[in-house]
Nanobody, 122 residues
Framework: VQLQASGGGLVQAGGSLGLSCAAS????????MGWFRQAPGKEREFVAA????????YYTDSVKGRFTISRDNAKNTVYLQMNSLKPEDTGIYFC????????????????WGQGTLVTVSS
C-alpha cells in the first residue's frame, strides 16, 4: 500500500485546511486509517483515526471539536478537515493504515505516507 498525503500549507490562526490521503496499490477499505503529526523537535503524536466502516472516529483531546476525519472507501481516500487552527497545530501530518485496533499507537500502523507540512501562523 502506498499512501500519498496532500493539502498542507500555510494558514493563519483561526483558518482551515483540508488534508487528503490517497491510497494506491491495494484497497484500504479494511484498514483503520489514522493521522499523526510531528512538530519540530517533538515526537510523532496521534491526531485522529477512523475505523474501516467509518462508523467510529477517534481524536486526541487537543483537536476534538475542531478536526474531522472521514473516509471514502470507493475512492480509497481518507480526509482530515481542520478548522479553527492554532499555531500549536503546526507540524508534518502523516496518514497511516493499520489492521490493528490500537489506533492511537504509531507502532501499530503498517503503512505510512510521506507527510504534508501544515504551518499555522499567529
Amino acid at each position: 500500500v502506498q499512501l500519498q498525503a496532500s493539502g498542507g500549507g500555510l494558514v493563519q490562526a483561526g483558518g482551515s485546511l483540508g488534508l487528503s490521503c490517497a491510497a494506491s496499490g491495494r484497497t484500504v477499505s479494511a484498514y483503520t486509517m489514522g493521522w499523526f503529526r510531528q512538530a519540530p523537535g517533538k515526537e510523532r503524536e496521534f491526531v485522529a483515526a477512523i475505523v474501516w466502516s467509518g462508523e467510529r472516529t477517534y481524536y486526541t483531546d487537543s483537536v476534538k471539536g475542531r478536526f474531522t476525519i472521514s473516509r471514502d472507501n470507493a475512492k480509497n481516500t481518507v480526509y482530515l478537515q481542520m478548522n479553527s487552527l492554532k499555531p500549536e497545530d503546526t507540524g508534518i501530518y502523516f496518514c497511516a493504515a493499520a489492521i490493528s485496533p490500537w489506533y492511537y499507537l504509531a507502532e501499530k500502523y503498517d503503512y505510512w505516507g510521506q507527510g504534508t507540512l501544515v504551518t499555522v501562523s499567529s
